[in-house]
C-alpha cells in the first residue's frame, strides 16, 4: 500500500453540508444557549451526536436543532427533568387511551395549582445563591439533575431552577450536614434507589387512577387525589419508620 492509499484511508468521510449545515458555534447562535448546555444533553442522550470531522469537529443538521428546542420547551414550559425528557424522547412516555388522557386533563384542570400540576405562573430562580446557602456543590447539582430530583435550565448563562424545586437543594444540604458527607462515601447516586421506588410507586398510582376511576366524573375523581395525597405521604413516612424500628428491634 502506498502514501497515497494510506492517506485516502485514514481521511474522514466527507460531510453532507446540505443535511449537516451548522457547526456547533451555529446552534449555540441558533437556540441562545452556551456549548456547554449543548453538549451536556449529547452526552445525556437528549440530542443525538453530530457527524464527525475528526476529533474536535463535528456538523449538526436541522434534526439536532429540533430536537434541542424540544428539550429547551419541555424543560421551560412543562418543567420537566432531563430523565422525564429522554423518556419521552424515547418513546417510553404513558401509553394511555385517548378516553384516560381525556379524564387525566380534565383532573389537571381541577386540581390546578394545588398540586403543582400545572406549570403555567411556575417561577425560575438563579441556583447559585441556593448552592452557596445549602453547600450543595455544582456537580451535585447535576447529578440531581440527572437522577431527574429536580430541572435545570440556563438562562443568558445564568442557571436557573423551578422554585418549587428548591427544596430538593435545601434537603441535601441537610443530609450532608447531619454527617451523610462525601468522606465517608455518601454521593448524590446513593438517592437513586429512594427515586426508583417512588418511580415504582407513582406508575402504580398512575394505574390505579387510570383503571379503576375511569368512570367518575373528572371532579370526583380531582377530589379523591387531593384528599388522598397528605394520607398516603403520611402512611409512607410512619411506614418507613416501621421497617427501620422492626429491622432493629429484630436484632435482639
Known amino acids: 500500500m502506498n502514501s497515497s492509499e494510506r492517506t485516502r484511508r485514514s481521511a474522514p468521510p466527507e460531510v453532507d453540508r446540505e443535511r449537516y449545515p451548522f457547526r456547533m458555534k451555529d446552534l449555540c447562535d441558533l437556540t441562545g444557549l452556551e456549548r456547554q448546555v449543548i453538549h451536556f444533553y449529547i452526552q445525556q442522550g437528549l440530542v443525538p451526536p453530530g ?9 449538526y443538521g436541522e434534526e439536532h436543532l429540533e430536537r434541542i428546542q424540544l428539550v429547551r420547551r419541555l424543560q ?3 418543567f420537566l427533568p432531563l430523565k422525564a425528557i429522554r423518556a419521552i424522547i424515547e418513546g417510553q412516555d404513558d401509553h394511555f387511551t385517548p378516553e384516560q388522557r381525556v379524564l387525566l386533563s380534565a383532573v389537571k384542570a381541577r386540581i390546578g395549582e394545588n398540586l ?11 441556583v447559585a445563591p441556593l448552592l452557596e446557602q445549602h453547600g450543595v456543590r455544582p456537580h451535585e447539582l447535576v447529578q440531581l439533575a440527572e437522577l431527574g430530583m429536580l ?8 442557571t436557573r431552577i423551578p422554585e418549587d424545586d428548591a427544596w430538593v437543594l435545601e434537603l441535601w ?11 465517608l462515601g455518601f454521593e448524590v447516586k446513593d438517592l ?26 373528572p371532579e370526583e375523581v380531582a377530589q379523591l387525589v387531593t384528599r388522598a395525597l397528605p394520607l398516603i405521604t403520611t402512611f ?3 411506614f418507613h419508620e416501621v421497617k427501620i424500628r422492626n429491622f ?4 435482639g
Open 151 to 158: 430541572t435545570t435550565m440556563v438562562e443568558k448563562g445564568v
Open 76 to 78: 421551560h414550559e412543562r
Open 116 to 126: 403543582g400540576a400545572s406549570p403555567e405562573g411556575r417561577r425560575t430562580i438563579d
Open 236 to 238: 409512607l413516612t410512619r
Open 173 to 183: 444540604g441537610e443530609l450532608r450536614r447531619a454527617g451523610f458527607t462525601s468522606k
Open 51 to 59: 457527524f464527525k470531522r475528526g476529533r474536535n469537529m463535528a456538523f
Open 192 to 217: 437513586a434507589p429512594f427515586e426508583a421506588a417512588v418511580e415504582q410507586l407513582f406508575v402504580a398510582e398512575k394505574n390505579l387512577l387510570t383503571e379503576r376511576l375511569s368512570e367518575l366524573p
Open 248 to 251: 432493629f428491634s429484630a436484632l
